[in-house]
């Protein structure tokens, strides 16, 4: 699980129903059916509005990898990457086609294929990073719904207030139902500044976030793949390739090369 989705939450939450008893308030003040059912139906069906329903069932699925942390081992790409590169330097890039078939990533195994069919240096960039830049593009689209979702929420928000009011004003002859009535109204405020604001838009930035870090594995398995097809030294290519990790896997590369030249000292 991806801990700082969950502790993010608990601690957003945590922080707004303490403050509300801090000041003397309830939770069961805020816990109004009808004004969740304003805004999160309004909301939803604003969405869905600006969206295709192929799009909004990616969006829903992709919501799993807001509370999953993805399973991304790039230095697993790297030593893959060298250890074709070091069989084809000494076999011949043609003998790589039982390994490129067995390649889980279809990516990377489309990239492997097509430099054993010979394909040209120059052909071979220009054909996948045009792929690379349509899975960039639709990458972007289950982000682009929780977006719009925590545009429209606050929104709704007001909204499901103002219907709240309007009962409100027509009960002015009981004034202790008024003030009920206009604190219950505000509640649907609250469910869309909140929604927006501690799900739907950092829902929003993590896919981002995370859909940047795939593209980062596709990008160096199209650059590991070059380097095959040039007949580059492996070395080089490895130094190539961990200029793409940030410094977090860069220090458990260095580490994990260490243990190995320990094992074979000993």
Known sequence: MDLGTLLGIVVALAGILVGQAIEGGSVLQILQPTAAMIVFG????????SFPMSVLKQAAADLLHVFKEDQVRPNEVIDQVIKFTSKARREGIISLEKEASEVKDEFFKKCLMMAIDGSELKE????????????????????????????????????GAVLGLIQVMQHLDNI???GKGIAVAFVATIYGVASANIFFLPAAGKLKFKHRKRMIIKEMMLEGTLGILEGQNPRLIEGKL??????????????EAALKSKKKAA
């Open 176 to 178: 202790n139902e008024v």
């Open 242 to 255: 961990t200029s793409f990790l940030d410094e977090e896997y860069q220090k458990l590369r260095e580490q």
């Open 124 to 159: 071979l960039r220009q054909t996948m990073e045009v792929e690379l830049q349509y899975m960039d593009e639709r990458g972007e689209h289950s982000a682009r719904v929780y977006e719009a979702a925590g545009g429209y929420s606050p929104t709704i928000g007001i909204l």
């Open 42 to 49: 309004g909301t939803l069906g604003a969405t869905m509005i």
